[in-house]
């Protein structure tokens, strides 16, 4: 589908049309609630929000392929699915790590066949959760304040708006925390980096003539890269945090524009909370 063209408007004549053909075969046995779009020209039907892709717009790179993101339905049985649609690469991404706990393993290897057979010439890739980022800890901190169904479906626009606004302020208090730890860090590292090294080497220094001289240089550079390790881990753990803390609230930026397009598609509905309340509330 990426084909190399001297006109734009070809190029994204020929977009559109590959897009029309991949919703229309998703919409055969599923329902779009949501789409994300990254540089990438898609219409939508009037009932389907469409918000921007936060995740790649904010890392401003210009390698990222143009896509679109899919929050999807089951016809069949309700199970929640996000399909990511590369198209120049001819490739569809499955991330089971945003719609956690929104379905079951049957659910997901039926999407697989179902996204097979229709799409044969695509490469089909599952993006599961990562331990070093930290994912099951961001899903379990924003499921227990507001679902990803809750927010697709719900119509309680009040109480989701709230929940939003809590969410918003965890995830700023996480990078409150993460900037204390990182601060304790940079404070206390280099002075205690100092007096461990000059330590080491004036008391262990007294031991060369009863054990040895290589004895004692291993243990200067165990005591001194020892305290290093142990400070890296501790710095390591406050980028984690920042890292987990900046997820959290580009959860909650994503959950309050889908509520603000559902709410403007829908012609009712209380405001629903956005980031900057829940960062106004935190700092105030």
Known sequence: MAVVTSSPNAAQRLDAGAWRQFFGAVSEFARVHAVKLYRLPAALPDGVPRLPCLDHEARLHEDISPHAAMYIEDRDGGALHEVVWVP???RIEIDIVSTADEHTAEAHARLLQRLAARFPDHQIHVSG???LRGDRRVSRACRAQITLREVLIGTDFERLGTALERLGTIGKLMEKESRVASWSMRTVTGPLLAVAGFLSYGALGLL???VGADWVQGMRLVVVGGLGAVFLYFGLKAVHLTEMANRVWKRCAEYGLILAERRRIDGGGAQ???PASAVSA???
């Open 88 to 90: 120049e690469r001819r």
């Open 272 to 274: 629903p909370a956005t």
């Open 129 to 131: 959760p990562s331990w």
């Open 208 to 210: 060369t003539s009863q």
């Open 282 to 284: 935190a700092e105030g």
